[in-house]
Structures are given as structure tokens and as C-alpha cells.
């Protein structure tokens, strides 16, 4: 009768856990492609495109879905969240980083700090500036109606966070084992 018993409860378990493995919530990884923030509401992975992933308040990835990772006012990865420290981070057409999609002004970063190299409208380097990375008339300016925009990924390790970015800190790496020191040795008398 125990055996029985133990054996309904280990199913039981294990059917539990099948379904909130199958129920889990989709978490892309750090680094995934999110879309292309632009204007152009054509383009096909873009911010502006509300039947793309990157533009449909229903998407997981979405930043205008508002229940979702990258929408929500709550969410640490979210665009929308005004104290988000991990949010999606924003490159240009050759790869140069341009900041983070962040609603949090504090943060030196985001897009939405005023005083920052990628929120102030004075930076080159800011989507804020209409005459810098911001200017309607570049190709992948996120304000152009006819460009492809900017990419935006998840948030990841900080841009020059070198211990991040370390071989070591990374899951494949396996360390080389130092090679044996041919150095003379003396010989010990196990006698002693």
C-alpha cells in the first residue's frame, strides 16, 4: 500500500511541475533582438507597427503590450517604468550603442535623462537630438517615418562592465589547466 501511495504522490508532483513548466511565462534572454524602434508604421518589426511583435500591445516582447516584461510600469526590463535599472538597450544601423529605451530619468543611460549622453537634445549621441542620432532625416533615426529605426535588445551587462563581459563570468568556460612546471625536485626518503 505504500509503494502505491508514494507512487501516486511522485506522479502527482511530477504533473504539477509539467504544468508550470508548460505555464511558465516567456523570459527572453538577455541580448535577444526586441525590434526596431521607429516611426514607420510599415516596417515590419517596428515599434510603430501595431501587427508586429515589436508594436502589438498583445506581444510578450512588446514594449507597448502594458502587461507584458517590456511594457509594464512594474517590470525592472520595462520600458515604461520610471525606476527600470534593466531596460532595453538601443544601437544604431553599425552596431554603435545609443543608450537604453527607459522611462527612468535618473539613470545616466536612458534616453529619458535630460542631463545624460544618450536623453540630453545637445548629445551627438542622443535620440533627443534632432541634428544628432535623433535627426528625422538619418535612416535609422527612430523619428524618421520612411527608416528602419533602431534596434533594441534586452537588457544585459553594462556597456565597458568588463567583469560582465569576462570569459570566465560565462557558462561555456572552462578553464585551461596550467601546464606542469618541469622544475627539479628532491627527492624524499620515505623512511624518515
Known amino acids: ?34 525590434g526596431q524602434l521607429s516611426a514607420n508604421p510599415y516596417a515590419p518589426n517596428s515599434t510603430a507597427n501595431p501587427y508586429s511583435p515589436a508594436g502589438s500591445p498583445y506581444s510578450a516582447t512588446s514594449v507597448r503590450n502594458p502587461y507584458g516584461q517590456y511594457g509594464s510600469p512594474y517590470s525592472d526590463q520595462s520600458a515604461t517604468n520610471p525606476y527600470a535599472t534593466d531596460a532595453p538597450k538601443l544601437y544604431d544601423e553599425e552596431g554603435n550603442y545609443r543608450g537604453k529605451l527607459s522611462a527612468n530619468p535618473y539613470d545616466p543611460e536612458s534616453v529619458s535623462n535630460p542631463y545624460g549622453r544618450y536623453g540630453s537634445e545637445h548629445s551627438a549621441d542622443s535620440i533627443n537630438n534632432p541634428y544628432g542620432a535623433g535627426s528625422k532625416y538619418r535612416s535609422d533615426s527612430p523619428r524618421n517615418p520612411y527608416g528602419v529605426g533602431m534596434k533594441f535588445v ?5 556597456e565597458g562592465d568588463d567583469e560582465a563581459a569576462s570569459p570566465a563570468n560565462s557558462p561555456t568556460f572552462l578553464p585551461i589547466p596550467l601546464p606542469a612546471l618541469n622544475a627539479p625536485t628532491e627527492e624524499v626518503d620515505p623512511s624518515d
Open 154 to 158: 534586452a537588457g544585459g551587462p553594462e
Open 1 to 34: 500500500m505504500t509503494s502505491l501511495a508514494t507512487h501516486r504522490r511522485r506522479t502527482r508532483i511530477l504533473f504539477t511541475l509539467g504544468v508550470l513548466v508548460a505555464t511558465a511565462s516567456y523570459n527572453p534572454a538577455h541580448g535577444q533582438d526586441l
